[in-house]
Nanobody
Framework: QVQLVESGGGSVQAGGSLRLSCAASRRILSANAMGWYRQAPGKQRELVAVITTGGSSNYADSVKGRFTISRDNAKNTVYLQMNSLKPEDTAVYYC?????????WGQGTQVTVSS
């Protein structure tokens, strides 16, 4: 099965930055879409950012202007650059990549933002 390995999570103070990585075992050049989701305790999972193979991206209103999704096709890796972090950004972040009709999930990485 396809594997997505996430890294880059951790603890940071409000206003700081983190960069999450999602390395795929399959070429992302052939993927239909790539995205990042997050889920905080007691809250439903929400879509944070998506990017298409063509490079178009969209963001949740809550992160717009602060987060940037990107990819490196040569490394088969999707990134989420998170700047100006807020305590409400604290959550487990999951990457998702879709090839054809099937979507695949990373294992999740914890992001904790302290005030």
């Amino acid at each position: 099965q396809v594997q997505l390995v996430e890294s880059g999570g951790g603890s940071v103070q409000a206003g700081g930055s983190l960069r999450l990585s999602c390395a795929a075992s399959r070429r992302i050049l052939s993927a239909n879409a790539m995205g990042w989701y997050r889920q905080a305790p007691g809250k439903q999972r929400e879509l944070v950012a998506v990017i298409t193979t063509g490079g178009s991206s969209n963001y949740a209103d809550s992160v717009k202007g602060r987060f940037t999704i990107s990819r490196d096709n040569a490394k088969n890796t999707v990134y989420l650059q998170m700047n100006s972090l807020k305590p409400e950004d604290t959550a487990v972040y999951y990457c998702n990549v879709r090839w054809g009709l099937s979507g695949y999930w990373g294992q999740g990485t914890q992001v904790t933002v302290s005030s």
